[in-house]
């Protein structure tokens, strides 16, 4: 399997307290890695790594290496990287823009002019975010004015409109109603086939339902990372064992 | 037993007087003034020139020159403040050196004005030799409301939520991107408010320009920005304190003048931030 990040040593420190311990990790190009642990565990700051949102943490600063397609992502260009590596946040975050304007803003950032053009890449993200159905009557409309579940599958469109590589999602769901979540998650297992999807959840038994493999974070380390159904069923360490089953964290 | 709405009866009744002692002599000076002047006020008062050493006439001269030199302060101090904002809240690094300069640009919006108009008078008058001139006072007027401006504009900034610049840079927005397109739209009702603010204090204020440009008289109209011109505050201390025997009429509708100013400027603050509340989406 093809590597779409490397990721070796990594240590990451805030200020004196240090985030990331040494976690060496792969993501393979078209998986869902699901990554778990308790809060505090390191894992948020594992996904924003990956595109560099920590950078804008004053205080931030790292060892090891993180490459991404073989290039170290500090040497790449920031913005083409944050082009490649979408990201989807854990509340939902339209920007104060219409419906339309939240997906073309990407577009439009990256020197699209032509209208033509970026009408068809709005509606094919809508379409792959499964929310074109419900909004293309109402395009101009403030995405405030959109529900909850409605706003996050508006994000995901926003993310795949820039056509990224891979997609990292940072606990999507933690703000949705049951069947908001399971529209979110039917629309990353779709999204598999095209992109690489690096998930962080709090809900263990959601990366239970979409995770190809999953690792397990504690107090900044990598603890373990298998194929999903190993993990659930046989982990290697206690610790992974206990926190699956819900006695900590 | 003792009763638990007294003492909270007690301090509402403390509150309500400090509020009235606030708004009763305000509201006294609004009523008086616009007793005593608005018998003065007439199309003649806000067209004319002033006649027979300013005991009659209009106070025409006055009018312009103060919507000049508020023009040249705004046009001077609304771009630099704006920018300087930009500046502080977006790029600069969160270090002593930067801190101590928020710091004195939050004092210097304390400073006395008269303290603005020697500085005005040292550096645009004398040493740049501008002489006294509409472009010396409206440089010093925008001076002064430079800190107005940089604090209001700056707290504008801050209060765009910090998510939205997150969103638009993880979709590869760049930095001077995602302040163009997120973050200022959001913040110019402040940004106007601040603006205006400062706008009201440049036309009220006298001292900046009683060194800088200010005439005692001068009957015709400014031609050129290196022109003298009167202006109200400084035509209402003249008439008040300098010239004898000025109709009580006259200084009355002159600070009627003004002060309708001022009150305009705020309103047209308070209906633009009211607009762009309405329109605020989050």
Known sequence: ?249 | MRNPYRSQNIAFFFLLLATLLIVVPVGLIVVVIIQKGLPAISWQFLTDIPRQGMRAGGIFPAIVGTAYLVTGAIVFALPIGLLAAIYLSEYSKDNILNRLIKLSIVNLAGVPSVVYGLFGLALFVIFFKFGASILSGSLTLGIMILPIIITTSREALESVPYSFREVSLSLGASKWQTIRHIVLPNAIPGILTGTILGLGRAAGETAPILFTVAAFYLPQLPGSVFDQAMALPYHLYVISTQVPNVDEKIRYGTALVLLTLVLFMNLVAIIIRYKFRKRKKW
Request: proline share 4%; charged share 30%; net charge neutral.
């Open chain 1, 1 to 249: 399997m093809v590597a779409k990040f490397e990721i070796k040593d990594l240590s990451v420190w805030f200020g004196r307290t240090q985030a990331l311990k040494g976690v060496s990790v792969d993501v393979r190009a078209n998986e869902i890695l699901s990554v778990i642990g308790p809060s505090n565990s390191g894992k948020t700051t594992f996904l924003r790594m990956l595109n560099r949102l920590n950078d804008l943490n004053p205080d931030f600063s790292m060892g090891g290496s993180v490459e991404f397609a073989r290039e170290d992502i500090m040497s790449i260009d920031v913005e083409l990287l944050r082009r490649k590596v979408g990201m989807v946040f854990a509340l939902p975050l339209p920007l104060p823009l219409s419906i339309f304007e939240n997906v073309a803003y990407g577009v439009r950032m990256h020197g699209a002019r032509d209208g033509r053009k970026i009408s068809r890449l709005v509606e094919e993200a809508l379409k792959q975010g499964y929310l074109w159905d419900e909004v293309k009557d109402r395009l101009e409309e403030s995405a405030f004015k959109l529900s909850g579940g409605q706003q996050q599958r508006l994000c995901i469109a926003r993310t795949l409109a820039v056509e990224p590589e891979v997609i990292l999602f940072d606990e999507p769901c933690s703000g949705l109603d049951p069947v908001s979540t399971a529209k979110v998650e039917d629309a990353m297992v779709r999204l598999k086939e095209r992109y690489t999807i690096v998930l962080v959840t709090n809900n263990v038994k959601q990366a239970a339902r979409v995770g190809d493999r999953t690792a397990f974070f504690l107090s900044g380390e990598l603890i373990e990372i298998d194929k999903t159904d190993r993990i659930f069923t046989v982990p290697i360490d206690k610790r992974t064992d206990d926190y699956i089953r819900g006695k900590f964290g």
